[in-house]
């Protein structure tokens, strides 16, 4: 589609194909991508919705723990079967599995409650970082690079993302640290549907996470030979917000080594909340 926000929520809108076997059974489309393999945060959303359409309305999801298992192909459309493993008085698990050709590409395992009252405290947000309307977009900072990837990033992608200091995408600007920030929010309003702003954070989580480990050896995403790929997904929702209001993103990278690298990441409202939190680990190789 010609446009990145229909196309995302054309993704979005899962298939009930009525089969019923021992699991719920939905199907949903695969974005286009340049590299011809599905985006990451993409099948992480449809997972999740699939898992939320065997739930009561009151469950909301709190975490989700995914395994990328094989690289999606944007050719096929993806199958997702949910397996009910256990409904308790104000728990429940689903567990979904992400299936092209007749192989699973992802395996997911997600927690939702009932929402519920308790303890409340939450560490205190950064200050100092400047705000997104003064940061350039990606259009702005790919201005007259006219290679496909670089048009994907800038025109394509369903998110409006404005990095903190600068982006990575042709050069590594700066001190080599293993931290950074990104200001997001989608292109345009989504509906007033509060689990479908939840995948499409979980969507948008899966971006730029792992470029914490590549600004700390000066890696842009433009080096010839890089290969990098998302192994793991760990994620927890804390407070609701909306992800077409202007979110931060911030990113940091404890470890990396063997070929991997491992990102941790906190996500902001624009009053302060801690909104999510979020862990991935990711396979990571650059040629001598």
Known sequence: MSDPLASLLHALDLTDTGARTSEDIFTGPSEWNPHGRVFGGQVLAQSLLAAIRTLAEDRVVHSMHAYFLR???????????????????????????????????????ASFQ????????????????PDPES????????AGVEHPIARFWAETRPFDIRHVP??????????????????????????????????????????????????????????????????????????????DDWLLYTQESPSSGGGRGLAQGRIWDRQGRLVASVAQEGMIRVPR
């Open 71 to 109: 690289p999606g192909d944007v050719q096929h459309p993806i199958t997702f079967a949910v397996d009910r493993i256990h409904d308790g008085r104000s728990f429940s698990t689903r567990r979904t599995q992400a299936y092209q050709q007749g192989v699973p590409i992802l395996s997911m395992i």
């Open 114 to 129: 009932i929402e519920d009252e308790g303890l409340e405290h939450q560490e205190e947000p950064p200050d100092g970082l």
């Open 135 to 142: 940061l350039p977009t990606a259009a702005e900072a790919l």
């Open 166 to 243: 600068s982006p990575i995408y042709l050069r590594v600007e700066g001190d080599r640290v293993a931290s950074q920030a990104v200001w997001f929010r989608t292109l345009g309003p989504l509906p007033d549907d509060a689990n479908l702003h939840r995948a499409a954070l979980a969507y948008a989580s899966d971006y730029t996470i792992l470029e914490s480990i590549q600004r700390r050896h000066g890696i842009a995403w433009t080096t010839p030979g890089l290969k990098v790929a998302s192994l793991d997904h760990a994620m927890w929702w804390h407070r609701f917000a909306r992800v």
